[in-house]
């Protein structure tokens, strides 16, 4: 008795498999469709970024440069200053605050539309002012923020200021100039310094910016910081620190930079 052919392509089709010239042929007749879901899939995405500058889309100008500068705490200084009032007692007497860091523009302009009555605030900008934008410029030619090393004494007389704020500049300072910076800025203040240093694992300056600040970060831990205070000479503003603490929590502020109440 002879057997009946069995058919191949039934056996593949029943046990599951697609043969290869069948998957050519069910891709082919579904081309269109996927080319028409890619061109609108294409024109949506374009839609959203060329509107990505309003409404939802847009998001806020501070969060766009903590995502392109990598981990700057300068933004964190700016969100910082109604706290920092309230820590050292802002309010009454005019106080003289000094920012050391990059875009130190930023925050004196800050403080004078903010506070101008209340504060006197000035700015040293540890690297290059020369791309620097018209506002900054302005700033520099009215003597509220100067280019200087800080590797060296600041040309300021010993507790010149009530507060001095420091952010993005000590990262980049070996120990060796460290030893030297640290308790120079703590000589030009009166009522206290605080330090705003980045979390180590955060990124720092890209490549392109190396030239400028003439090394990578060295982003160092709390107990890092801590035990060089120590060693410095310098102390915890205790005060201070439980009322910015106090004034955070207020405020559901949650900083991204580690934050250090020294006493001068």
Excluded at 11 to 20: A, H, I, K, T, Y
Excluded at 222 to 243: C, D, H, M
């Amino acid at each position: 008795m002879s057997r009946r052919p069995v058919n191949s392509a039934r056996r593949l089709v029943d046990g599951g498999s697609v043969p290869f010239v069948a998957s050519l042929q069910s891709k082919s007749r579904s081309s269109p469709l996927l080319t028409i879901g890619l061109v609108a899939l294409g024109a949506f995405l374009i839609i959203g970024y060329t509107y990505g500058g309003s409404g939802s889309f847009g998001g806020s100008k501070l969060a766009v440069s903590r995502l392109e500068g990598g981990a700057s705490c300068t933004p964190e200084v700016i969100q910082a200053i109604p706290l920092l009032k309230k820590a050292y007692g802002f309010g009454g007497s005019t106080k003289k605050i000094l920012h050391v860091g990059p875009d130190s523009c930023s925050v004196v302009s800050t403080l004078l539309k903010d506070d101008g009555e209340n504060t006197e605030p000035f700015g040293v900008e540890p690297y290059e002012l020369e791309d620097a934008d018209s506002a900054c410029k302005n700033l520099v030619r009215k003597g509220f923020v100067r280019g200087a090393d800080i590797k060296f004494p600041l040309p300021y007389r010993s507790k010149s200021f009530d507060l001095v704020v420091v952010s993005d500049a000590l990262d980049y300072l070996t120990p060796r100039y460290l030893n030297k910076t640290l308790p120079d800025l703590a000589r030009v203040s009166n009522d206290g310094l605080v330090i705003f240093a980045g979390h180590p694992g955060q990124q720092r300056a890209k490549v392109s910016e190396l030239s400028k600040f003439g090394r990578p970060a060295k982003l160092r831990s709390s107990t890092w910081w801590i035990r060089y205070f120590v060693q410095t000479g310098l102390e915890e503003n205790q005060p201070a620190s439980k009322k910015f603490e106090q004034a955070a929590s207020k405020k559901s502020y949650e900083p991204n930079c580690q934050i250090f109440h020294l006493t001068a």
